[in-house]
């Protein structure tokens, strides 16, 4: 029987294999040399996937990657059901010569990452079906409350999600940008941003998030799913 699994249980089932969790997906990126490659193992992972792959796999290909994710389109979640589906991708991903490379240390500039827009707000209940007009977008599975998330329903843009505010804020940009990046590749990335001019503004919510910020104070937050409610 398919059952939702914590994020822990996720990501130490998966991660041997070439996958990592990222806020309620699993996700896999595969180097490969010609679209045409990319696309025989879209095709390879559609076929070990049975009937399972509608509600369950998606698959970016690009002439030089194939990037997975699995995520039960019912539960907007990870359940037992992806762990078994990302095991088989992944042995018929080798077997075809292209094993999963998980990213960190093997010299790419980056593995798998999620984007998703926070927008701080007085009202979100007055602000959301405004959003949801004007991208296109619709409510998350199993969602659909005033404060809930908003996301793409072709899947191509980042989640859009509300924080409330306590009081306005004319001095502090209202909208920023989390990136859920593998736990194991985090310290890397906020290193890099830092390096690169940022600054950090808090590491209270740390490994759930750091927040970082440009120089001109526009921030920007590393996320991962470790330091969260199981």
């Known amino acids: 029987m398919e059952q939702t699994v914590s994020r822990q249980e996720a990501s130490e089932a998966v991660q041997n294999h070439g996958w990592r969790y990222l806020l309620g997906a699993l996700q896999m990126s595969v180097t490969v040399r010609t679209l045409a490659q990319a696309i025989s193992l879209a095709a390879d992972a559609v076929a070990v996937c049975g009937d399972d792959a509608d509600r ?3 698959v970016d290909v690009r002439p030089d990657r194939a990037v997975f994710t699995l ?5 907007a979640t990870v359940t037992t059901r992806d762990i078994e589906l990302a095991r088989r991708i992944s042995a018929t991903a080798d077997k075809s010569g292209f094993p999963p490379e998980p990213g960190i240390g093997t010299g790419a500039p980056r593995s798998v990452q999620l984007l998703e827009i926070a927008i701080d707000a007085l009202n979100i209940a007055g602000i959301r079906p405004f959003w949801k007009a004007v991208l296109g977008y619709t409510d998350e599975t199993g969602a659909g409350g005033p404060e809930d998330p908003l996301v793409d329903p072709v899947g191509q843009g980042p989640a859009i999600w509300f924080q409330q505010m306590d009081r306005a804020r004319p001095q502090r940009n209202r909208i920023h940008i989390d990136i859920s990046v ?9 290193e890099t941003a830092l390096a690169a001019g940022g600054r950090l503004v808090s590491a209270t919510r740390a490994p759930a998030f750091w927040i970082l910020a440009d120089m001109e104070g526009n921030e920007a937050c590393i996320t991962t799913w ?3 409610d199981s």
């Open 56 to 58: 369950h796999l998606r």
């Open 226 to 228: 470790q330091g969260r």
């Open 182 to 190: 593998p736990h194991d590749e985090a310290p890397r990335r906020i």
């Open 71 to 75: 995520q039960s389109l019912d539960r």
